[in-house]
């Protein structure tokens, strides 16, 4: 299969070994994800052609790439280090706001499965801070950029690191003049890196950002979440959304100074895991297409939508051609303006 393909878009982040028991009992075991591969498939479903970007620990495979390569990805990008380090992750999901990550045994006990021999001995990943100038393995630098990579006019950064995030937009830009959006990592979206988030986000097209992240990252100083956003913006991003998972989501176009919520397509929720980072690859198709703010979240909402309709992405990377334009065409005149 030929990993090159022509594109105009970078998406950067991380890569899982995900195991999962979805709300229907469904079982999927040590199959790739983590969210550069759920915003590919968000973007798939409205653009084709990206170029990825991730790093895989030393003896994980990467053959499943060419189910990405079939779809017109650019998989060059992500390449096996010469580091070991933890990638897998156990999910039970149990409805949109419960979702297990510990005692993998209990839960598949629970469904009469077998433990899976790809979770022996394994423990979950709790959320830590970030380091701000010590990378972890699966930083992205600057020299994982090919030439290639460089003639590419949008970059999405995934949720990966405060290393990543604080690097690589200031050398994308100088090397490009690129658009980039950025997608918030919990391991800064914390009030110890306050003063550490305007030099952050400064200069880029867009701010992404869960529901979660930002009332974590206001904790004690606002409740308000129009309030939050608007605190963002001074620091120099055209564009801020926060995203709600299957609820309503934020948008403000600093630009017009206008504020949408947008809501979340009616959807049958299977499996919530990769819905941030679907909805950031919807946005980035839509905004690196149309420059429409407010076009680009509804895109996300749609790619969000069908994320959670399945489980590993790809499922929403299979979906059915033309489903997402009829949801994208029946949440046209739901907006609202605040």
């Not at 600057?142 to 949720?159: G, R, V």
């Not at 489980?311 to 065409?329: D, F």
Request: glycine share 6%; aromatic share 12%.
């Amino acid at each position: 299969m030929n990993r090159f393909f022509s594109f105009n878009t970078i998406i950067a982040g991380r890569v899982f070994n995900e195991t999962i028991i979805n709300k229907n009992k469904q079982v999927y075991i040590n199959k790739p994800g983590g969210g550069v591969l759920y915003a590919a498939a968000g973007f798939h479903l409205w653009k084709k052609g990206a170029g990825l970007i991730a790093k895989i620990s030393k003896h994980n495979s990467i053959e499943w790439t060419q189910e990405f390569e079939s779809c017109h990805f650019n998989t060059c990008g992500i390449t096996n280090i010469s580091r070991n380090f933890e990638q897998r992750r156990f999910y039970s999901i149990k409805n949109s706001n419960t979702v297990y990550v510990n005692n993998p045994q209990k839960h598949f006990f629970e469904i009469k499965h077998p433990l899976p021999k790809s979770l022996l001995g394994y423990e979950s990943s709790q959320t830590v801070l970030d380091k701000r100038n010590t990378p972890a393995p699966y930083s992205i630098h600057p020299d994982d950029f090919s030439e290639d990579y460089l003639q590419a006019n949008n970059l999405l950064l995934c949720p990966i690191d405060y290393y990543s995030h604080s690097l690589i937009p200031p050398f994308y830009r100088s090397q490009t003049n690129g658009n980039v959006i950025l997608c918030a990592s919990n391991g800064y979206m914390h009030p110890s890196f306050w003063f550490d988030i305007p030099s952050l986000i400064r200069g880029s097209s867009a701010f992404l950002a869960t529901e979660s992240q930002i009332r974590n990252l206001f904790k004690g100083k606002s409740e308000d979440v129009w309030e939050m956003i608007e605190y963002i913006t001074q620091s120099g991003v055209e564009i801020v959304v926060i995203v709600n998972g299957t609820e309503t989501h934020y948008l403000y176009d600093a630009i017009s100074k206008k504020k949408y919520k947008i809501p979340s397509y009616p959807s049958n929720l299977v499996d919530t895991i990769g819905t941030f980072a679907a909805f950031c690859g919807g946005f980035e198709a839509g905004y690196s297409t149309h420059f429409d703010p407010l076009r680009a979240g509804l895109m996300g909402s749609v790619s969000a939508s069908l994320n959670v309709e399945g489980s590993t992405p790809l499922h929403t990377l299979q979906s059915l051609p033309g489903l997402a334009n009829a949801r994208l065409e029946s949440l046209n005149d739901s907006p609202i303006i605040v």
